[in-house]
Structures are given as C-alpha cells and as structure tokens.
C-alpha cells in the first residue's frame, strides 16, 4: 500500500519580512507533478518568483519561492501543506515501487465520479454580489464547475452554482450549513432562500463540453496566429540537443505573468514531456528566465523537427496568450467572454471565476447574467466564462475599460 510522508512537502517562512516562503517538495516522481503543484499553488494565490527541480526519474526534489498578493487574505499553509500533500505520488516501502497517488484517484474516478451539487439560492443584487459569493466558494474548496446567474426586473437574483467539493464532505449536512451559514454572513438579509442538493445524473451530464459557441466568437477567441506578439527579443522560445547526451534543454525568456510556470508545466503534461531538471526565475522587472531539461515519455530527446515545432508553438502561444478574452455586442446587449484552455485531465484554470468578478467590482459594473460552460474548439477543450454586463455598464467603463481591467487582474498585472 502505498505510504504520503508528512515530509514529502515542507513550508518555510522567511525571517525577513518581504522575502519569499521556501516551499520544498521531495518525493516520488510522476509525469505532470510539477504541474499540479503549480496549479495549487496559484489556486492559492501565490506567485511563483523561483524555483528548481531535479529528478532521476523515480524520486524528485522541487523548490519553490513564493510571494502572496499585498492585497489578498492571508495564505492558509496548513491547508496548503495538505493539498500539495494529496498531489505527491505515494511510494511503498516495502517493495521499493512507486506508486501514483493522482493514478490510484483517477482509477477510482473512473468507478466513481465526483459527485455534483446544485446550489441554488436568491437574493437582491447589489455590486460586487457575485464576486462576493465566489469569493466564500473558493474560500471552502468548492470548485465551481457551471454557474448560471439571472436577474430580474425588480432587481432580484436567482444564482445556479453547479459545484464540486474538494474536501469530498458536501453531502454531509454538517457541511451544506457550513457552506449556507457562510453565504448568508455575506450576504446578509438581501438572501431570500438558499438550498444544495445533489446534482441528478441529466444536469451533471450536461457539464460535459460542446461546441455550441456562435463561428463568430470562436473566430475572434480562438485565432492561433501570434499577429499580436511584441516585437524585438520579448518572447524567445528555443529547443538545443548540443548540450547534454541525454536531454533537450527548452529555454524560454519571456514576460512575467500570474500562473506562468503553470502554464508551461500544464503544456508540458499534455505533450508527456518528463522535465530531468529545470530552473526558473522571475526578476524584478517583469522578465522570466526559464530552463528545461526534458525528455520524451520514451526516455529520448526530442529530436523530431515537427514535434520540436509543434510543441515550441504551443508553448510559445500559451506563454504570450494563456487566456483568450473578448468584449462583443449581443443585440442591444454587451457580452464579456473569457476562455481558457483545460488540461487533458480535465481540469481548467483555478480562480478565473473570482478574477473576472473582482475586476468587474473594482469597475463598478453589475453583471445581468452569468453562465460558465465547456467547448471543444478544434482539438482542444476549453472553460468559456460568458458575462452579460448590466446595461448601464457604460456608466461607469466603456468596453475598452473592461477589457483592460479584466486582463490585467486575470494576468496579475495589477
């Protein structure tokens, strides 16, 4: 049976104030891990200033330097510590085997499905309200997985969250008043009911991807071409099998942005490129420098010119463009839409949602409408967040204005 050491991940605080945490992560090695530590780590909302890796292939070390925003809630480490935990492979001492702990997960998924809950509550709107509730969301682990928000004439809301829990705790009624108990602290006397409750097996299916997107979105969002990127030596990806008998070192300069290691280890995963060693580093003035030596899942170096390209496109692509972000008229109506793309295993992006709506309330802009969704656009599966502005949105930022603000928090240049 497989053995998760308390000591397979380890946090330490700086004893100056403003140097970055130390967190340290040595256990057995899998394909993708270094992503989805990356990925927790941004779902708590920390920024990755350095880091290294190392492996022999069956066990690995990591370190990570991390900052936290100057304007976020305090970061939760214990919880962290646990869900960085819950990502490491398992390893058995008594054969001497590793073990994939996210393997043994995905194995039992495929028996058992995560369950989906509905909840669904009403209140009267006011601005910020849907920042406000997917701010309580995140705070309790639960993943948001579909969202359909509608409002009234006479100002009252109806909210469909269509929810996952993390903790795996939610069909309990000790948790289900946890999570109503917390909504109601936000939001007050304005909520006139709220209830959760399990998801029927139709309305979970329906949380599968389409492709029901208009041409003429998918058109604008979803354009490869890089027509847009700066000029100069800005953006450099480069692939050298000259420097080491058995790797492909995969450099990139590039500017920084929230989420950036995560978005070059998420590619990473997708194509199996296994990372020997690497090291990362953003400096003070927005540039990152990053080193990788890789191999295929074969143990080889990449030396077919195709894939040396196809995989350099993408990487390029998604280090210039991680989200695709739009601002259309729908009729006498305007339309935010914000897509990212998901990894192969199924998961999006964590804190798109809470982005989106933290902006839209520093902007004082209401949202009408509000639905989340997955699409297939070519061969990729994408989460597609489509926000219908309240029609005086022009009171307060024009399209421009949204689209500047809505980048900027979900880039974390702010």
């Not at 935990?85 to 996210?102: H, N, R, T, V």
């Not at 490869?224 to 050298?240: I, R, W, Y």
């Not at 804190?351 to 902007?363: G, M, N, R, S």
Request: contains cysteine.
């Amino acid at each position: 049976m497989g053995i998760i050491s308390d000591d397979f991940v380890l946090i330490r605080q700086p004893e100056t104030a403003g140097e970055p945490t130390v967190i340290t992560v040595n256990c057995p090695d899998k394909t993708g891990l270094g992503c989805d530590l990356c990925r927790i780590i941004l779902f708590f909302g920390l920024s990755v200033v350095r880091g290294d890796v190392s492996t022999d292939g069956k066990w690995c070390y990591i370190v990570f330097w991390v900052v936290g925003s100057s304007t976020g809630a305090p970061t939760r480490w214990g919880l962290l510590k646990k869900r960085l935990l819950g990502a490491c492979p398992a390893a058995s001492s008594a054969s001497g085997l590793y073990i994939s702990y996210y393997r043994q997960q995905e194995l039992l998924m495929m028996e058992h499905k995560p369950q989906v809950f509905l909840l669904k509550f009403s209140c009267y709107d006011r601005m910020g309200l849907l920042h406000d509730v997917t701010r309580v969301l995140c705070e309790l682990e639960l993943i948001i997985r579909r969202v359909k928000v509608s409002t009234t004439p006479d100002g009252k809301v109806m909210d469909l969250f269509f929810i996952t829990d993390t903790r795996e705790l939610l069909h309990t009624n000790k948790r289900k008043e946890e999570t109503i108990d917390e909504l109601r602290a936000v939001l007050g006397d304005s909520m006139t009911s709220c209830d959760i409750e399990l998801a029927s097996e139709d309305i979970a299916a329906c949380l599968q991807a389409s492709s029901c997107l208009p041409p003429a979105i998918t058109k604008e969002m979803f354009k490869l071409e890089l027509a847009e990127e700066p000029p100069g030596k800005s953006l450099s990806v480069t692939m050298d099998n000259s420097l080491s008998p058995a790797h492909t070192l995969i450099q990139i300069h590039c500017p920084d942005h929230k989420g950036l290691l995560y978005d070059i280890m998420r590619t990473l995963k997708d194509y199996n490129i296994q990372i020997s060693y690497g090291r990362f580093h953003a400096s003070k003035n927005g540039r990152c420098e990053i080193d990788l030596f890789v191999m295929q899942m074969d143990g080889k170096k990449i030396i077919d010119p195709n894939k040396q390209k196809a995989l350099c496109d993408r990487l390029r692509m998604e280090v210039f463009r991680p989200l695709r972000l739009t601002v259309v008229s729908r009729g006498p109506d305007t339309e935010l839409l914000v897509a990212n793309p998901v990894e192969l295993s199924g998961k999006g992006r964590p804190l798109v949602f809470y982005d989106i709506t933290l902006a839209l309330k520093q902007l004082h802009t209401r949202i009408f409408l509000a639905e989340i969704g997955r699409h297939v656009i070519g061969d990729r599966e994408w989460e597609v967040y489509r926000i219908l502005l309240a029609d005086d949105y022009e009171s307060f930022a024009s399209k421009t204005k949204v689209v500047e603000k809505v980048t900027k928090m979900l880039m974390g240049w702010e």
